[in-house]
């Protein structure tokens, strides 16, 4: 079987980490792709990449999802180009690890205009044409902050928290329309990601044993694609501890603050 061969995936955040990892998998299985990022050149590399590799059809434009308007534009293009989205993978996103006093107005209308309504935004554009089709899958890139909120990463968690209840609420809307929502919550992984967040390397230093490689996580993403796959929580040892918050927050955030403030 052949899942993916001749679907057309559209991905955000594409240029790097994950997500450039995801459109290779997919390019692998024949899918067609319209990768999205900020970063053009780094798009048209990972283009002509795919490109030599595959005999499929990739797109690439650049997307700032932050820009509502611009969403708007590029996704209505897509429609005309490639008639159709089955899959669409919301991976554009970016932290900054600071505590809640030192947060800059920037930094928090910048972590949830591109996490959140950037989010939003995306699949706001897609929704209506997959629910008319009866057919599709919107993957939400979140992360285990997104269920367990952590010293120094206050507004970067209330994104995902965000994102989670979002996607939550979509799955729910969307149960008798055979359109799926899944969303992904990794621990952090090995990617550029923490070179904005973690500016001072701490971070980086106290988990780097634990860090999940992104070839990994993006394997997982792709073998759930068209399945009614409800979550993907990776590693699993660490979506446990997002349980036991559940059920004892006051001893979990007890025991676990000294851990916590290695960030």
Not at 185 to 190: E, R, V
Request: net charge positive; with cysteine.
């Amino acid at each position: 079987m052949e899942p993916l061969k001749g679907k057309n995936i559209v991905i955000t955040g594409a240029s790097g980490g994950i997500g450039a990892e995801i459109a290779k998998i997919c390019a692998g299985q024949g899918a067609n792709l319209v990768l999205l990022a900020r970063r053009l050149d780094k798009l048209q590399l990972l283009q002509k990449d795919l490109q030599q590799q595959y005999q499929v059809q990739v797109d690439i434009v650049q997307l700032d999802v932050s820009n509502t308007d611009m969403v708007k534009e590029v996704f209505t293009n897509i429609f005309e180009t490639i008639g159709q989205v089955d899959i669409l993978v919301n991976n554009a996103g970016f932290g900054v690890f600071r505590e809640a006093h030192e947060a800059t107005i920037d930094d928090i209308k910048g972590m949830f205009n591109v996490n959140v309504i950037g989010l939003m935004a995306c699949t706001s554009m897609v929704l209506p044409k997959m629910r008319k089709r009866c057919f599709g899958h919107i993957i939400n890139i979140a992360s285990q902050a997104g269920k367990i909120a952590t010293p120094k990463s206050s507004v970067y968690s209330a994104t995902k928290h965000a994102v989670l209840g979002y996607t939550n609420s979509l799955r729910m809307e969307l149960a008798d329309s055979n359109v799926y929502v899944t969303s992904v919550n990794p621990g952090p992984i090995a990617t550029n990601f923490f070179t904005i967040a973690d500016e001072k390397g701490t971070y980086v230093k106290n988990v780097q044993k634990f860090m999940l490689q992104p070839e990994y996580v993006a394997q997982k993403v792709v073998a759930a694609m068209l399945t009614r796959t409800r979550e993907i929580n990776l590693p699993r040892w660490m979506n446990m501890g997002s349980v036991i918050y559940v059920l004892f927050p006051r001893l979990f955030e007890r025991v676990g603050r000294r851990a916590f403030n290695k960030k």
